[in-house]
């Protein structure tokens, strides 16, 4: 399945794709996405979501497929027309506006978070300025006392574009690894 | 038998508050309620064409709902005849046949039996065992409205258009915007820590908790309605086997109401010609609009209009949710997108939009529902919450008379009772019909 197919409202995102194998481990364009990654996870731990907004462009796509159980023939893993997230920066901006307020009960008292990231590897694009980054992500989420902790485990597929000099992110795709997710709501990014 | 909890106090809206976290209650829920209600499994827009199946479980039982080669919808109980194997262990795909992955033996989509390995040598072939006959168990009693599957663990069942009764006339609105009927994505699976009555009670007629759960919506400008003195001026209605919640629309034609909450003008074209007078009245003369409402025991529904863009618009959408009980304190979400399949393409995608905002998995409004409600059910599941009946009583004075009469038919044109303002009316009658189910036996 594309990705057009799995959307329906990412018309408006950049369809820039990688090119060639992984970038050397060495490799400057390597070493900037991956502490990228690093240091948003960082902000996300820490819910500083206003910085973490900073960081996506004006045309961000952010998606989250719903994984479903199929045949191996199906062709297909993920809901034909559904997604968790299917965002654009108008809609991602509502949502940190709204853990700004103080009456996001959810998440206050908030989650303890750890986004666990590997498996980063980079690939260059046809275009300097943009850069395609797999990484795996293992958010650990704690509530309360003793509340059993919720895990979501899932691969992600960015698109980073540089911008006035900065890294920003342009598009994700979250590949999340269960079909049904055993934790009470997405108030989180991944 | 004497029910584990104090009946009669459910009866006068004092509810027993660990019956949301009981062990032995939810074991009288899988013996004498979802062993008879109907409940939804799906849409018949998700299974269009021959061989599509999906797989939806009534408590632990899971079914296979395919459309078999012959265009009928059926519900087989997904286990085999031989050794009890699943014989789909997929979710959702298009078959011609399920083949049991133990010993082999296969079923056509519509659950006959067709094929089994060394049928000869093993069984005598067909004069030995013939497979005449023979299919998965179907489910004992299926039947649709406006495409809606549902099926019932009782073949002695009644119909289920008269299980709805009135509440059909509500359901409508949800489900039939055009006689094309509406188009159902996903579901969204998510499983949540809390006792699946709560979030029924909530979408029946829980207007009281919306100004204040919901604040945060409000603040952030994705919905204008919520608002407290919105909100109370909305009605409650119950007819039939459910109920729901309705907003106070402002004064205008049909057309403008309809088109205050979002609709195009194609849409509302459509609606004036496949809505009922009586349907059409509760809209355009009495100014009210549905939004959420449940149909007893666990199918849930909702209709609201926020803001998707930055612009003063706003765009309705409407979702179908069942509360798949688990365990006592726990219960799996199904949330569907649903939209009128006849709707233009610009508005279905907007709609959807609408959707992942406010509710599912990532919904703005069902994130600080489901934190309630987990919370409510961890302590239920203490030894005080024996002590404690939790009061559902708001809109009757204490000597049981409501606090405000029921709308008279020319200020409300739908069928049941419905009252303006907040109460628990609604939620009195769903654990009411839950309580007839628990005191009735199931015989022998």
């Known amino acids: 399945m594309t990705r057009a197919t799995e959307s329906r409202l990412g018309g408006h995102a950049s369809t820039i794709e990688r090119t060639g194998d992984s970038l050397p481990y060495g490799d400057e364009r390597h070493l900037t996405a991956h502490r990228w990654l690093v240091d948003e996870a960082y902000l996300l731990d820490a819910q500083d979501y206003d910085a973490w907004l900073a960081l996506v462009t004006d045309d961000v796509h952010y998606l989250m497929p719903v994984r479903v159980t199929t045949a191996r023939a199906a062709g297909y893993d993920v809901s034909p027309g559904m997604a968790h997230f299917d965002e654009n920066r108008y809609s991602l901006s509502r949502r940190v506006a709204r853990f700004q307020t103080e009456h996001a009960w959810t998440e206050d008292p908030p989650s303890r978070l750890r986004h666990h990231i590997t498996n980063v590897r980079t690939f260059a694009t046809p275009d300097p300025d943009h850069l395609v980054a797999d990484s795996a992500v293992l958010l650990y989420r ?16 960015d698109l980073l574009r540089r911008q006035d000099g900065r890294w920003l992110l342009a598009r994700r795709r979250i590949l999340v690894d269960d079909a049904v997710l055993r934790t009470q709501n997405l108030a989180i990014f991944l | 038998m004497q029910l ?110 067709a094929g089994l390995p060394f049928h000869r040598d093993a069984y005598g072939g067909e004069e030995g065992f013939p497979r005449q006959g023979r299919t998965l168990l179907p489910a004992p009693a299926l039947d649709t409205y406006n495409g809606l599957i549902f099926i019932s663990l009782d073949e002695d069942a009644p119909p289920l258009r008269a299980y709805l009764g009135d509440f059909a006339f509500y359901l409508d609105y949800y489900t039939r915007q055009s006689p094309t009927g509406i188009e159902l994505s996903g579901p969204q699976r998510w499983r949540i820590k809390a006792n699946w009555k709560i979030g029924a009670e909530n979408f029946a007629g829980d207007m009281y908790h919306t100004p204040h759960t919901h604040t945060s919506v409000v603040e952030i400008g994705l919905f204008r309605e919520p608002k407290a003195e919105k909100r109370k001026d909305g009605a409650t209605y119950w007819a039939g086997n459910g109920g729901g919640t309705t907003y106070k629309l402002p004064p205008g034609s049909l057309e403008e109401r309809l088109s205050h909450v979002g609709y195009p003008d194609p849409m509302i074209e459509t609606m004036k010609k496949t809505w009922s007078r009586g349907q059409l009245d509760v809209v355009g003369r009495d100014g009210f609009m549905v939004s959420a409402a449940s149909l007893f025991p666990n199918l849930s529904l909702v209709h609201n209009w926020p803001r998707v863009e930055e612009s003063d618009d706003v765009l309705p959408f409407i979702s179908i949710r069942t509360w798949q009980p688990i365990g006592p304190d726990e219960t799996e979400v199904l949330s569907w997108f649903a939209v009128d399949a006849g709707a233009p393409e610009d508005f279905k995608a907007l709609s959807y939009k609408a959707y992942l905002m406010c509710f599912g998995s990532t919904g703005m409004f069902e994130q600080d529902d489901v934190e309630n409600w987990v919370s409510l059910t961890h302590t239920a599941g203490g030894s005080m919450a024996r002590r404690l009946q939790l009061n559902s009583r708001m809109g009757l004075r204490p000597d049981d008379t409501p606090l405000v009469p029921a709308l008279p038919p020319e200020e409300f044109a739908g069928p049941g009772e419905a009252r303006v303002g907040y109460g628990e009316y609604n939620q009195r009658h769903l654990l009411n019909r839950w309580l007839d189910h628990l005191e009735r036996e199931v015989s022998a």
Do not use: K, T
């Open chain 2, 4 to 113: 584990p909890f104090d009946a009669a106090a459910v009866r006068r809206g004092m509810i027993p508050a660990h019956i949301y976290n009981d062990a032995e209650v939810f074991a009288l829920e899988r013996e004498r309620l979802f062993s008879r209600a109907w409940v939804f499994v799906g849409h018949v827009s998700e299974i269009p064409d021959p061989g599509d199946y999906v797989v939806r479980q009534v408590l632990a039982d899971s079914f296979i709902v395919a459309r078999g080669e012959d265009g009928e919808v059926r519900a087989m109980f997904n286990m085999c005849l031989h050794r009890g194997m699943q014989v789909c262990r997929a979710e959702m795909g298009n078959a011609s046949h399920f083949r049991c992955p133990y010993h082999g033996w296969s079923y056509r989509n519509d659950g006959r039996l």
């Open chain 1, 142 to 157: 704690s509530r309360g006392d003793v509340r059993e902790p919720a895990l979501i485990s899932a691969g992600r597929e």
